[in-house]
């Protein structure tokens, strides 16, 4: 008679980044960020970032608004 459709929540596999350190980045900067880009920068967009760890989609995406960001 009341037969309820409950939907069981959807179990999508979830494909999760490495997180890597600052060290580790700055090391394989050319093949994580993009060629020409200094180790240098790498420490310093994490250090005004505030962060010690990412993904290398994340790392990508500090050190891009790192380079682009207006000197005043």
Same mark, same amino acid.
């Given at each position: 008679?009341? /037969?309820?459709?409950? #939907?069981?929540?959807?179990?999508?596999?979830?494909?999760? +980044?490495? +997180? %890597?350190?600052?060290? *580790?980045?700055?090391?394989?900067? +050319?093949?994580?960020?993009? @060629?020409?880009?200094?180790? *240098?920068?790498?420490?310093?967009?994490?250090?005004?970032?505030?962060? /010690? #760890?990412?993904?290398?989609? *994340?790392? #990508? @995406?500090?050190?891009? @608004? %790192?380079?682009? @960001? +207006?000197? #005043?």
């Amino acid at each position: 008679m009341g /037969e309820s459709t409950k #939907k069981a929540p959807s179990q999508e596999p979830t494909i999760q +980044e490495t +997180e %890597y350190t600052v060290e *580790e980045l700055a090391a394989a900067v +050319e093949t994580v960020i993009g @060629k020409g880009i200094m180790p *240098e920068c790498v420490i310093a967009a994490f250090h005004v970032a505030g962060v /010690e #760890k990412a993904t290398k989609t *994340e790392a #990508k @995406k500090i050190v891009t @608004k %790192y380079l682009t @960001k +207006e000197v #005043k």
